[in-house]
Nanobody, 116 residues
Framework: VQLQASGGGLVQVEGSLGLACEAS????????MGWYRQAPGKQREFVAG???????RYVDSVKGRFTISKNNAKNTAYLQMNSLKPEDTAVYYC???????????WGQGTQVTVSS
């Protein structure tokens, strides 16, 4: 499985950005897709995930502001980020999770910078 991430960039506080992550290869192995992020000097943290059954999870800090969705036909996940805050500044990494055998695939990091 290969992941191609796109989107991100620089935005002002309260602005919006979108991320996309397209999977290719053995996509039938994927059960879940989503994003983690890593801010400078901090550990990577889970942001949002969506399963093939459309079960969705968010980290508490983005609930109500971020929306994750998935186009199964295109094997692409999307993260719409609204009301962005400076603390959302990080490199965002999309992932695809395989259940059997267990494995996570990672896309290249995408920089999101929220300026105040």
């Amino acid at each position: 499985v290969q992941l191609q991430a796109s989107g991100g960039g620089l935005v002002q506080v309260e602005g919006s950005l979108g991320l996309a992550c397209e999977a290719s290869g053995l996509t039938f192995l994927i059960n879940e897709m989503g994003w983690y992020r890593q801010a400078p000097g901090k550990q990577r943290e889970f942001v949002a995930g969506i399963t093939n059954g459309a079960s969705i999870r968010y980290v508490d800090s983005v609930k109500g502001r971020f929306t994750i969705s998935k186009n199964n036909a295109k094997n692409t996940a999307y993260l719409q980020m609204n009301s962005l805050k400076p603390e959302d500044t990080a490199v965002y990494y999309c992932y695809a999770r395989q259940v059997e055998p267990p494995n996570d695939y990672w896309g290249q990091g995408t920089q999101v910078t929220v300026s105040s």
